[in-house]
């Protein structure tokens, strides 16, 4: 172990841990009065950890809504607050009169939407920074605290106290500093509990036993103080923009922001408006929200298991639902000149795990972060995972990585009935020079999660998995790498072209790719794999599906004014003149945003049956197309002819195989999907629409009526939830599933599709 440097008091021996004496006890640690620059002397006491009364379970948005007067709408905040809205309707746009985190019948019973303030024994804050160094900072490498071991010593007499008082203990630098500048905060008196103190590091038994504790450490602490690091030249001012942004508005699980109940002041402004900030205030903002603290993987479950976190950067302070908001609308403002994922990784992390996203999202936020130990981008999420994968998924730092991203991926199929985490899977993650590794397990220090085809590909089916589904011959194969899964073979890559040259050059290097393609049908003329116009689908498929008869309420183009543009452009069939004037804001919006799918999928390939699509770097001629039951899009899998087993090398764009076509056929005409949020703001919710007719149903006309003992409900989603699903209830029985019945194997085996198994290794 390295010598710390900077102690003062001399040689004392090392720090020797006494064994907690039950599950439930925890080391806090008391940092001694001193002067900013003295020894940091500390006390540490176990105490025990006991979890209060469960509260009552607050209506759901659905529920509130239902007693709301009419004008107005209850959303919720980033932060898991209810937040009431009153809106006008208008011909034009809905106004937003007024906001409130109150009922408007001032009758209405508080407890149904306000979690009581718990003040549960003993009262401590809990830290949360980073373990490594501050980049730049003077003054690296391991520091020296001191362990106050005499409990007859006074704090007074502390300072002085010979070595057979102390004991010693090495910390990183950063940690120090924090120390050091807590001590000098005269406003605290609560004791500490801090990871890399309050846990025996070198006992691995302990750190799996702590690791699980932290959910209830980091939730019952009466604060989380977040330590960004020492102050900067420009920290202060940073602060002080963000605070005055940060407390007047308010972000929602809709996507709306709009004024803070608790904001003295409504700023004119949108997401349109030039902020009125200067280039020296955008670069202090630039280098706060750069900090390492906020690509760190452990400060997401702190953070938002916290009842109030408070942000140190120096002595300067700023409340962190501030902060978030704040950040998260610069993102959002079309002219602000900072880098967007280094303001997504600042309010990624604020987003409350109750009840917002499905468990493969959480699973992902974790992808983009840093962590000293590879296995942490798992264990150090466990606390905002919902309690039933949370007990799937037991913390043993003696395992290889990727079999504790194995435990993640079988946990969260087995709690779900979903195949979702194979969307996340790419053959060149996998680390096949650690032997085991296999295809359908995600590397998730590597995972690109930035593109998810909402495709709607397996219907609401859920996953059909298991050894039971191989035969003999493959389980005897290796049993322990293989995931057994049943779904269809589509189609097989028979050509393929790579983009990645092209992407830089945009829409019109890449139309060119399609015709290169296609050159049998260079002016886009005669029938598609699916029937419709080749021109129809070369120009969805290029736009990925993304328009607005699709997503009816995001600001999409039309499909038509998407056609219009390519050939306008001459990129797709006949040259036609310019006629129309386009939206730039709108077009760089879809250009950007559909050139960065492109870009993480680059491979434009063709296959027997005449489908185009967009695929992983890796896929191959050979390859084979499948829609698995569970997964949203369809996978590109490479067959093991040897051993009759399958690789993933990554999920797909191919169009003609969205909204279950490859399951029950084609929508009959003029029915198509389309595509809503839920109640959290996810886009989830995918529902049949005749433009004919106006009728928008959750029935697929393709399907016959519900068995008679079968009826539909609805609700909320809840943490428990895959990522896309609908309700059913058994009259007879009671059960609940969330997934259609008349798309299990059987049901679909009954209705003459060939569902095969395909045995993942």
């Known amino acids: 172990m390295a010598t710390p440097e900077g102690s003062s008091i001399g040689p004392v021996v090392d720090y020797q841990y006494e064994e907690l004496k039950s599950p439930d006890e925890i080391r806090l640690l008391t940092v001694l009065p001193g002067e900013f620059d003295d020894d940091i002397i500390l006390r540490i006491t176990n105490e025990r950890l006991l979890l209060p009364d469960p509260q009552p379970r607050l209506m759901s948005m659905t529920q509130l809504q239902e007693t709301l007067p009419p004008g107005w709408e209850v959303d919720r905040t980033r932060d898991g607050r209810f937040i009431f809205l009153h809106?006008?309707?208008?011909?034009?746009?809905?106004?937003?009169?007024?906001?409130?985190?109150?009922?408007?019948?001032?009758?209405?019973?508080?407890?149904?939407y306000m979690s009581p303030v718990q003040h549960p024994e003993p009262a401590y804050e809990a830290l949360s920074y980073t373990w490594g160094d501050f980049p730049g900072g003077a003054n690296t490498g391991l520091k020296c605290?001191?362990?106050?071991?005499?409990?007859?010593i006074s704090t007074?007499?502390?300072?002085?106290?010979?070595?057979?008082?102390?004991?010693?203990?090495?910390?990183?630098?950063?940690?120090?500093?924090?120390?050091?500048?807590?001590?000098?905060?005269?406003?605290?008196?609560?004791?500490?509990?801090?990871?890399?103190?309050?846990?025996?590091?070198?006992?691995?038994?302990?750190?799996?036993?702590?690791?699980?504790?932290?959910?209830?450490?980091?939730?019952?602490?009466?604060?989380v103080i977040v330590w960004l690091g020492p102050s900067s030249s420009d920290s202060c001012h940073a602060l002080?923009?963000?605070?005055?942004?940060?407390?007047?508005?308010?972000?929602?699980?809709?996507?709306?922001?709009?004024?803070?109940?608790?904001?003295?002041?409504?700023?004119?402004?949108?997401?349109?408006?030039?902020?009125?900030?200067?280039?020296?205030?955008?670069?202090?903002?630039?280098?706060?929200?750069?900090?390492?603290?906020?690509?760190r993987v452990w400060v997401v479950q702190e953070v938002q298991l916290a009842s109030e976190a408070l942000v140190y950067c120096g002595k300067d302070t700023i409340p962190w639902d501030w902060l978030c908001q704040a950040c998260i609308f610069i993102a959002h403002n079309y002219y602000q000149p900072l880098a967007t994922p280094d303001l997504e990784l600042v309010y990624g992390i604020g987003e409350r795990a109750c009840g917002i996203r499905s468990s493969r999202e959480t699973a992902c936020i974790a992808t983009r972060r840093m962590c000293t130990n590879p296995r942490d981008l798992v264990y150090g999420m466990l606390g905002i995972y919902p309690g039933g994968l949370r007990a799937r998924v037991v913390p043993d730092y003696s395992k290889e990585a990727w079999e504790?991203?194995?435990?993640?991926?079988?946990?969260?199929?087995?709690?779900?009935?979903?195949?979702?985490?194979?969307?996340?899977?790419?053959?060149?993650?996998?680390?096949?020079?650690?032997?085991?590794?296999?295809?359908?397990?995600?590397?998730?220090?590597?995972?690109?999660?930035?593109?998810?085809?909402?495709?709607?590909?397996?219907?609401?089916?859920?996953?059909?998995?298991?050894?039971?589904?191989?035969?003999?011959?493959?389980?005897?194969?290796?049993?322990?790498?293989?995931?057994?899964?049943?779904?269809?073979?589509?189609?097989?890559?028979?050509?393929?072209?790579?983009?990645?040259?092209?992407?830089?050059?945009?829409?019109?290097a890449i139309g060119e790719a399609f015709r290169d393609l296609g050159s049998d049908n260079d002016q886009c003329q005669g029938l598609y794999a699916t029937g419709e116009s080749l021109l129809d689908a070369y120009a969805t498929t290029l736009g990925l599906g993304y328009f607005d008869e699709r997503f009816p309420h995001h600001s999409l183009p039309s499909l038509q004014l998407w056609v219009e543009r390519l050939?306008?452009?001459?990129?797709?069939?006949?040259?036609?003149?310019?006629?129309?004037?386009?939206?730039?804001?709108?077009?760089?919006?879809?250009?950007?945003?559909?050139?960065?799918?492109?870009?993480?999928?680059?491979?434009?390939?063709?296959?027997?049956?005449g489908y185009y699509g967009f695929g992983p770097i890796e896929t191959l001629p050979g390859d084979v197309i499948a829609v698995v039951l569970g997964c949203d899009a369809p996978m590109v899998l490479r067959p093991h002819r040897e051993s009759s087993t399958y690789a993933v090398v990554g999920q797909a764009y191919c169009h003609g195989l969205h909204d279950a076509t490859a399951l029950l056929g084609p929508l009959p005409h003029p029915w198509h999907v389309q595509v809503f949020e839920d109640n959290t703001g996810n886009l989830a919710i995918y529902r049949f629409h005749n433009p004919e007719t106006g009728e928008l149903s959750d029935e697929d006309p393709r399907l016959d009526p519900l068995p008679a003992e079968w009826e539909r409900i609805t609700r909320g989603r809840t943490e428990d939830d895959p990522q896309s699903f609908q309700c059913f209830r058994n009259k007879s029985?009671?059960?609940?599933?969330?997934?259609?019945?008349?798309?299990?194997?059987d049901a679909l085996r009954a209705r003459g599709v060939d569902i095969r198994t395909f045995c993942l290794a």
């Open 240 to 295: 002080d923009t963000l605070s005055h942004l940060g407390k007047h508005f308010a972000s929602t699980w809709r996507h709306m922001i709009v004024r803070s109940p608790d904001g003295s002041e409504r700023p004119p402004w949108d997401h349109k408006t030039h902020l009125p900030y200067d280039n020296d205030t955008w670069a202090a903002v630039d280098q706060l929200v750069r900090r390492p603290w906020f690509s």
């Open 87 to 112: 809106i006008e309707t208008s011909p034009t746009a809905p106004v937003l009169l007024g906001e409130s985190w109150t009922h408007p019948d001032p009758g209405f019973d508080p407890s149904c």
């Open 404 to 508: 504790v991203y194995r435990d993640l991926t079988l946990g969260h199929v087995e709690f779900v009935k979903r195949l979702e985490m194979l969307q996340l899977c790419r053959s060149s993650q996998n680390r096949r020079d650690q032997s085991g590794w296999p295809s359908w397990v995600p590397d998730f220090h590597s995972v690109e999660v930035d593109v998810d085809f909402v495709t709607f590909a397996a219907g609401y089916s859920r996953a059909s998995f298991g050894m039971g589904l191989a035969d003999s011959k493959t389980v005897n194969s290796g049993a322990s790498s293989l995931l057994p899964v049943e779904g269809i073979q589509c189609t097989s890559v028979t050509r393929v072209r790579d983009l990645s040259p092209l992407v830089a050059l945009g829409f019109s």
């Open 145 to 152: 605290v001191y362990i106050k071991c005499c409990s007859h």
């Open 733 to 745: 029985t009671g059960e609940t599933i969330d997934y259609d019945p008349r798309l299990s194997p």
């Open 567 to 609: 050939s306008q452009l001459g990129l797709l069939g006949p040259r036609l003149p310019e006629v129309r004037d386009y939206d730039d804001a709108l077009w760089l919006s879809f250009d950007t945003s559909g050139l960065a799918h492109i870009e993480k999928y680059p491979i434009l390939f063709e296959t027997a049956q």
């Open 156 to 223: 007074t007499e502390a300072q002085s106290c010979t070595m057979n008082c102390l004991a010693r203990l090495s910390v990183t630098s950063n940690l120090a500093a924090a120390l050091r500048h807590l001590r000098s905060d005269n406003s605290r008196a609560l004791p500490f509990w801090i990871d890399a103190i309050s846990i025996n590091q070198a006992s691995i038994p302990e750190r799996n036993t702590q690791v699980l504790r932290m959910t209830d450490v980091f939730r019952l602490a009466r604060r």
